[in-house]
């Protein structure tokens, strides 16, 4: 019985940790880039795109096609990093739990 208050209460210490943790995830923003930087998106880890920052100079009509490209490019990159630093933090906080790997909490 006493294994199992145990569990209960690391899983109540793993749930308020995990709060806290998306609490935190608000304000980590990620910048992606495509086109050498002439488009970039800034987002947060939790994917909420923050700014979309576009050179002036893809402003042409005849470069529409580019542009989309460029700000879907800009928009993966961003992703990846946002999932990297999730990553990040869930590996911080259940590292020393001792879970199963793979366990995919994140």
Known sequence: MADFLGMMKQAAQLQSKMKAMQDELDHVEVEG???????????????????????????????????????????????RKAEVAMQEKMQALTGGLGLPPGLGLG
């Open 33 to 79: 880039a495509s086109g050498g930087g002439l488009v970039s998106v800034r987002m947060t880890a939790k994917m909420e795109v923050k700014a979309i920052s576009i050179d002036p100079s893809l402003m042409k009509p005849d470069e529409r096609e580019i542009l989309e490209d460029l700000v879907v490019s800009a928009l993966g990159d961003a992703r």
